[in-house]
């Protein structure tokens, strides 16, 4: 089955920094890949996602992009502010397939002010 | 629109009880997909469930079932609860198939906590 690998598990930057956050994938058929962000106490938030047939893909201050060749996909957050400290998620899943997703384990990103 | 509501929020049980969750989608959304989330294994897919019928299944044991309704609310059932069943349970649910059907809106979760 799939397996999706995330890095860093902890990223601390300074308010105003970028971030970045970058996912592998292990299954070729997959074609969407989404973001979360889960804040203490809440279910995940979708935040932005990417389709196979798309390389970037930017919404604000995010944007992701994605190697189909390398089977990597990396989200990326410029001018960070506090409010962007939560748990990230990628995942990666078969549009043809459903509501079934594998997802990274998740990245604590803490904004220090 | 009213986002993704699954109750009870928090519930502790002991070894060996039972337990059934509930979950309401989304208006319109007939996809319902249930994971687990723990510190140690992360988000894991149980099962997914579309127009009242199993569509994908995780790899968890028969010990957790669920169903799905005509108006698309589904339960999950834990029995036998044991100790590492406590964790997060999420459900999500997804617009009709063609229409971003891949993308899901989860819920606040119910915390299950196993004494």
């Known amino acids: 089955g799939e397996n999706v690998e995330q890095h860093p598990s902890t990223l601390s930057v300074q308010e105003g920094d970028s971030a970045v956050i970058k996912c592998t994938y292990s299954?070729?058929?997959?074609?969407?890949f989404p973001w979360y962000k889960q804040e203490l106490g809440k279910g995940p938030q979708l935040i932005i996602d990417?389709?196979?047939?798309?390389g970037e893909k930017k919404d604000q201050r995010i944007a992701v992009t994605l190697n189909k060749t390398a089977k990597h996909f990396s989200l990326h957050i410029t001018e960070t502010q506090p409010e962007d400290s939560a748990v990230y998620f990628c995942?990666?899943?078969?549009?043809?397939?459903?509501?079934?997703?594998?997802f990274g384990d998740g990245t604590t990103l803490t904004v220090k002010p | 629109k009213a986002g993704v509501t699954q109750t009870p929020r928090y519930l502790i049980k002991t070894r060996g009880q039972q337990v059934t969750l509930s979950c309401s989608p989304i208006?319109?959304?007939?996809?319902v997909s249930w994971y687990q989330q723990t510190p140690g294994q992360g988000l894991q897919f149980l099962f997914e469930?579309?127009?009242?019928?199993?569509?994908n299944k995780g790899n968890f044991p028969g010990r957790f079932s669920g169903r799905q309704f005509s108006n698309s609310r589904s339960e999950m059932n834990v029995s036998t609860l044991e100790l590492g069943d406590s964790a997060l349970y999420l459900c999500?649910?997804?617009?009709?198939?063609?229409?971003?059907?891949?993308?899901?809106?989860f819920g606040p979760g119910t915390r299950l906590l196993v004494l």
């Open positions: 999500a649910s997804s617009p009709p198939t063609g229409n971003g059907g891949e993308t899901q809106y």
């Open positions: 299954d070729s058929a997959s074609n969407y």
């Open positions: 990417i389709r196979s047939n798309v």
């Open positions: 995942a990666a899943s078969k549009v043809e397939v459903g509501g079934k997703s594998t």
């Open positions: 208006s319109g959304h007939r996809s």
């Open positions: 469930y579309f127009s009242e019928t199993q569509r």
